[in-house]
């Protein structure tokens, strides 16, 4: 442990998000991180409520993600799914036998009327997790994306669908408004640092800068707030960001992700390959971090979190 004096909030998607969450975790002490989680994408499958995100983040801070998909838990089986599909039902999303388990468990939890960020700390709590994970809101959030084929919820777009559909915008139906969760509210009170982990803008950060009052905290946050790019070399590395931005008629680049932030984040870090971009987003008034940005090993992924921390506290 390097012992970093500091506290930190990251904001977090899936599987991007996770990773550098992850990094974040093995320099920070439990009391020094809370990772708050996107909800927009929770959908009712089989009758049971499925938080991807949270889980995707849970899992890969419990070092049991599986490593090819980055979400889901390492060798998984599909035996229930298989006995669903037999019996007629339409299975088009992947809910595995392990992973099951988290859902019956939230499911049951919610029911007896637990909020998800209670459920949630139990469920990484018995997963051995010690740093706080927490949902953006506990009231109802759903993303919802508009195409060329109708209004989708996120995972027919995203999984049913393979964000193949053209987008013409993405909403958030919030139920008149969410609420921060209390874990939320309470880490942007606490913590010195905010990091914008590398998470697509539209589907996993604009949800949380949409809960209420959250923008306008973010705005005003006393501390560091730093943001790496999800795009690399006008890719992302996983998932429709490049081609969302592309869609909505925005150049995909580190750039135009980073405009996305201008008046929420004072830094901003970008990977090696975009180094030619780093004036551009000098101009928009932030600082610029240039390094590697790919996390394939844990060292990447820590030697970013280290980074990240480094360049804000600097
Ligand atoms: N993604 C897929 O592409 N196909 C699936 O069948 C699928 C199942 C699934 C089950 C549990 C879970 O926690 C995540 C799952 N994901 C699946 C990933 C998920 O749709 C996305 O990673 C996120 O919602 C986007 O961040």
């Given at each position: 442990m390097p012992g970093y004096d500091t506290n930190a909030l990251a904001l977090a998607g899936g599987v991007g998000g996770a990773k550098l969450a992850l990094g974040l975790a093995k320099i920070l002490d439990p009391d020094q991180l809370t990772v708050v989680v996107n909800t927009g994408d929770d959908e009712i499958f089989y009758g049971l409520h499925v938080s991807p995100d949270l889980d995707t983040v849970m899992y890969t801070l419990a070092g049991i993600?599986?490593?090819?998909?980055?979400w889901g838990i390492t060798g998984e089986t599909f035996n229930m799914l298989e006995r669903l599909t037999a019996y007629g039902e339409d299975t088009w999303f992947g809910l595995g036998d392990k992973d099951l388990a988290t859902h019956i468990r939230r499911t049951n939890l919610l029911n007896n009327g637990e909020s998800l960020s209670e459920v949630t700390s139990k469920l990484a709590a018995a997963l051995g997790v010690e740093h706080a994970i927490v949902p953006m809101t506990d009231d109802s959030f759903r993303t919802i994306v508009d195409t060329e084929i109708g209004s989708l919820a996120f995972q027919d777009y995203f999984?049913?669908?393979?964000?193949e559909p053209k987008a013409t915008a993405i909403r958030f139906d919030t139920n008149g408004g969410a609420r921060p969760s209390p874990g939320f509210g309470r880490a942007l009170s606490e913590s010195k640092i905010i990091v914008f982990c590398p998470?697509?803008?539209?589907?996993?950060v604009a949800p949380i800068l949409e809960v209420t009052g959250i923008r306008e905290r973010i705005a005003g946050f006393p501390g560091k707030r730093i943001a790496v790019s999800p795009i690399i070399g006008g890719a992302a590395?996983?998932?429709p960001a490049a081609k969302l931005m592309a869609e909505f008629g925005v150049e995909p680049s580190c750039v135009d992700v980073a405009k996305q932030y201008i008046g929420l984040c004072d830094a901003f870090v970008i990977d090696n390959i975009d180094a030619d971009r780093a004036n551009e987003i000098d101009s928009l008034g932030m600082d610029v971090l240039v390094c590697n940005t790919i996390m394939t090993s844990k060292e990447d992924k820590m030697a970013l979190a280290r980074k990240v921390l480094d360049f804000a506290l600097r």
């Open positions: 993600a599986n490593p090819e998909t980055g999984v049913k669908h393979r964000s998470s697509n803008p539209y589907l996993s590395i996983k998932g």
